[in-house]
T-cell receptor, first 112, second 112 residues
Framework: EAQVTQNPRYLITVTGKKLTVTCSQNMNHEYMSWYRQDPGLGLRQIYY???????DKGDVPEGYKVSRKEKRNFPLILESPSPNQTSLYFC???????????FGPGTRLTVL | QQPVQSPQAVILREGEDAVINCSSSKALYSVHWYRQKHGEAPVFLMILLKGGEQKGHEKISASFNEKKQQSSLYLTASQLSYSGTYFC?????????????WGLGTSLAVNP
């Protein structure tokens, strides 16, 4: 089944404790993206990747890191999480930038 | 650059119709429509490319008015399952920014 998976689905952590949210897709898509979703603010792009080893900042990259060592994986790293990073995070993939995006199930992160 | 969606929210009775608009101040290349149910990932509905084409999916259809730089999503004879938040994602004609820019969403509630 074609899908985008994210782990964990739910995470409660404390300020400053490094964490990684994994994202994997099995559709051989070149384009992958991370979004955060907050009430009233819609979907805001954090980082995106056009292909392996090619990543770039989105609209709200501060406090986040990403890597794309393999085509299928695009982990999101929070080196020192802060409470303002409490949010619902979605990973998405698509064949190319302007194509239909397929979203993962989401990760609800709470930083205390 | 962010597209403007209207209305922000709408409440319907089952069987009623609704129209959701997505307007841009820049020339559009394509418009993507997604529906998101509470706590779930956005799900792709349809994509419209410039050229004014209209697409349909069961009782949900959409149009793309190139002159107005606007897309409209039509929900006909609404069902309870149509409830959710509808997002449009827009891609623009020109410039280096080829990624999708998302509207803030329209919340749709269908009541029995």
């Amino acid at each position: 089944e074609a899908q985008v998976t994210q782990n964990p689905r739910y995470l409660i952590t404390v300020t400053g404790k490094k964490l990684t949210v994994t994202c994997s897709q099995n559709m051989n898509h070149e384009y992958m993206s991370w979004y955060r979703q907050d009430p009233g603010l819609g979907l805001r792009q954090i980082y995106y990747s056009m292909n392996v080893e090619v990543t770039d900042k989105g609209d709200v990259p501060e406090g986040y890191k990403v890597s794309r060592k393999e085509k299928r994986n695009f982990p999101l790293i929070l080196e020192s999480p802060s409470p303002n990073q409490t949010s619902l995070y979605f990973c998405a993939s698509s064949p190319a930038e302007r194509d239909t995006q397929y979203f993962g199930p989401g990760t609800r992160l709470t930083v205390l | 650059q962010q597209p403007v969606q209207s209305p922000q929210a709408v409440i319907l009775r089952e069987g009623e119709d609704a129209v959701i608009n997505c307007s841009s101040s820049k020339a559009l290349y394509s418009v993507h429509w997604y529906r998101q149910k509470h706590g779930e990932a956005p799900v792709f509905l349809m994509i419209l490319l410039k050229g004014g084409e209209q697409k349909g999916h069961e009782k949900i259809s959409a149009s793309f008015n190139e002159k107005k730089q606007q897309s409209s999503l039509y929900l006909t004879a609404s069902q309870l399952s149509y409830s959710g938040t509808y997002f449009c994602g827009t891609a623009f004609n020109a410039g280096n920014n080829r990624k999708l820019i998302w509207g803030l969403g329209t919340s749709l509630a269908v009541n029995p």
